[in-house]
C-alpha cells in the first residue's frame, strides 16, 4: 500500500498509564463524568455535529459498554466535550472532543486524564492514542506521548475503514 503524505505527522501515539497526574480542574461550573446510557442521543449529536460522523460512531461503541467506556464534560446540564477508550479497538484512547467555545478551560486536558485513569483501572499499563495529528503537541506536552513508528492511518487499524 502507498504511503500517503499529511500536512503535518499523523499516525499512532502511546502514553504510559503508569504514572498519571491528578485530573486538572476545570471551572466550577464544568463536570467530568462517565456519560450514561440515558444522555446516548445527546453526546452522539454532540460528536456529529460538532465534530464527524465517524466520532459519534466511536462513541456509540464506546457507550454500549458497561460501564460505559465514555467521559462527558457537561456544564449548565449540556455537553460541552466527550471522551471515549476501546471504541475503535482495545486499549485504543479516543476519539476527544471539546466545544471550540470552551477550549483552553482545562476541559480537554480534564477529559483525557480522567478517561486514562479508567483505562489503568482496567488494567491497561499503555494507551494508544488512534490516529493522532494536529492535537500531538496536546498530548506530548501534557503525558509524554511519543508517535509509534510506521503508525500512519494506512499502515494501523484505520487502514480498514469505511470511506464515502
Not at 461550573?29 to 459519534?56: D, H, Q, T, Y
Not at 460512531?57 to 457507550?63: G, M, N, V, Y
Request: charged share 30%; glycine share 8%; aromatic share 10%.
Amino acid at each position: 500500500m502507498e504511503s500517503k503524505k499529511y500536512d503535518v505527522k499523523t499516525g499512532d501515539m502511546i502514553v504510559s498509564l503508569r504514572h498519571l497526574p491528578e485530573v486538572p480542574k476545570t471551572d466550577d461550573s464544568i463536570r467530568i463524568v462517565r456519560a450514561l446510557a440515558m444522555g446516548r442521543s445527546r453526546i452522539l449529536k454532540f460528536a456529529a455535529e460538532k465534530f464527524e460522523p465517524n466520532w459519534a460512531d466511536e462513541a456509540a461503541q464506546a457507550l454500549s459498554q458497561q460501564p460505559s467506556n465514555c467521559f462527558i464534560a457537561i456544564e449548565g446540564g449540556k455537553v460541552v466535550g466527550f471522551s471515549c477508550y476501546d471504541a475503535t479497538a482495545k486499549d485504543f484512547f479516543g476519539p476527544i472532543g471539546v466545544d471550540e467555545s470552551m477550549r483552553g478551560r482545562k476541559v480537554g486536558a480534564a477529559l483525557f486524564i480522567r478517561t486514562l485513569e479508567a483505562m489503568r483501572d482496567d488494567g491497561y499499563v499503555y494507551a494508544i492514542i488512534g490516529w493522532v495529528s494536529t492535537a500531538a503537541g496536546f498530548y506530548e506536552k501534557l503525558l509524554g506521548a511519543k508517535f509509534i513508528d510506521d503508525s500512519e492511518p494506512e499502515n494501523s487499524i484505520y487502514a480498514d475503514r469505511v470511506e464515502g
